[in-house]
């Protein structure tokens, strides 16, 4: 019976992975254009008048935040519009007939997500060696943590799906919240240049969390502990998936 779980599993991976790859144009090449943007706005124009942060060039110390950028949207979106469409279309009420446990069909729309991460991360991290030496001080750490936070917001994606009731409401996320998250998240600045109590307010963002921690593992240094960061990325990972597999174990949002 195991091996007809890890059949359906890699059926819905493959599905995914396939429905990403074949429109490359729209979900590959786009985060390589915006990200050449930045790198040339930020990192070439701007980065050359502020100087050094925390000790490196200023388009060293952005280029891990704009790499996690990339892979938080990604993941984000790629579930969520798939999943969506799958309940739009009606084709989610076969797979949920099918004798196969909830938690195969999490993890294949999941992988899904982490598979468009982990490859617009690849290659936003190649477009960023055409602008910055790259170097890797943990590359464990580096793994650990994209892989993370691929998983934590493919989670979110689909729960963001699960709940919307039209293709509007898989956009009010990303732009209201996960947007603003984002980009307060420590991508273009050290939290160390805020006041105390911003430092403090920051602290309640997931995002700084693990734009530190890979930052940590390109650069070798953290404004946040490390330890404490993964802990987090791992809480909020087993947190969502328990939501995710309650939500669809009672039919939340797919029955109409």
Known sequence: MNR????AFKSILTKEINRFTRIWVQTLVPPAITMTLYF???GNLVGSR????????????I???LIMMSVITNSYSNVASSFYSAKFQRNIEEIMVAPVPHYVLIAGYVGGGVARGLCVGLIVTVVAMLFV??????VGLV???VFLTSVLFSLGGLINAVFAKSFDDISIIPTFILTPLTYLGGVFYSLSLLPE????VSGLNPVVYMINVFRYGFLGFADI???LSIAIMVGFCVGLWTLAYYLISRGIGLRS
């Open 197 to 200: 109590f911003w430092q403090g």
């Open 63 to 65: 280029a891990p935040g």
């Open 133 to 138: 030496n790259i170097t890797l001080h943990h």
């Open 4 to 7: 007809l779980y890890f059949v």
């Open 50 to 61: 502020i100087g050094e942060m925390g000790g490196v060039s200023y388009m060293e110390f």
């Open 40 to 42: 040339l706005i930020f």
């Open 143 to 145: 793994i650990l943590t």
């Open 225 to 227: 502990s490390v330890p």
